[in-house]
């Protein structure tokens, strides 16, 4: 596959669809202000695949907010497009709390690069509300590469002179990572884009990958059947399996190697602020919660944090991941 992507992959992202008249809009923004929200079911798009990281997240929050609340909180998986189909749709929905998105750092930073027209801006179209900081990604090899070590996958690489690698989504942290290593060890990696992480690790089962990248939880299929060996992983360590080295710690240089990425939720920009106060109050009360906890454990990830604080997130790693990204040298679709 091809490190340029293709067009045809974002066509449905692209598509806009009539925006709510102007006057609906803000009565249904001022009746949240009022003191109205929630007055009835909440949707809560996730943009990613069920069976995933995010999907367990949208749903284990989702199911605690919809407790607190005393309305029913329905999750939609809206996958496609790196995270754009179901974002665009969030982005043109009532300002008025009642639809939220749950979706990953891809979806929040890094489709304003890769893709010409995601159908969302995100600085005009969305606010964020709260974000869960990203967990040591893993890197997975292929047993039959004989990688045990990032000197050893640069070392396979560089006999084989290409590889391939799996990742979850164009643009997405392990997209980023295969540039970065490209560029600091002159590899010839190429990425293999699937929708999401359970697609991802079902080809790693297969065999039909040498590498791929996702979370710690969603690799055990791989890795209990003994069809992927760790290497490496990303920015943080994982508790559960100390001995490995993070990719700084194995001597990659890349700035993006500091970012965490993360996982969150975000409303239409035009929500009232006191609802989105009031989500993400929600979002880090979350954290105590037994079925949350045991998703958060499940994952290795660090609890939800709030507005004030998520926001710092954004604005911290928003240049990292930019810079990243416009390196990639990708023609936005």
Sequence with gaps: MSAKLDRRHFVAAGSAALAMPFVARSAAAQGASQGTWPSRQI???????????????????GEFISKQIGKTVVVEN?????????????ARAEPDGHTILCSISTTY???????????????KDLTLVSVIPGAGLLLVANPKTGVKTLEDFVAFARKSGKVNFGTYSAGSSPHMTINELNKQYGLN??????????????????GTLDAAMGSYTAAQSVLQSDRGTVFA??????????NVKTLPEQGATSKFFTVSGFSGWAVPKATPQPVVDRLAELCVAANNDPKVKEVLATFVLEPAIGFKETNALYQRELPIWIESAQSLGLEPA
């Design 78 to 90: 809206k996958p496609g497009a790196s995270g754009a189909i179901g974002t665009a749709e969030v």
């Design 43 to 61: 949707r809560m798009i996730c943009s990613y695949p069920a069976g995933g990281q995010t999907d367990l997240l949208a749903r284990a929050y």
């Design 109 to 123: 930073i890094m489709n304003r690069v890769v893709m010409k027209n995601p159908g969302y801006d995100m600085d």
């Design 233 to 242: 992983v990303h920015s943080k360590k994982v508790d559960a399996i100390p």
């Design 189 to 206: 990696i190429e990425p293999v884009h699937y929708r999401g992480e359970a697609p991802m690790w079902t080809g790693m089962l297969e």
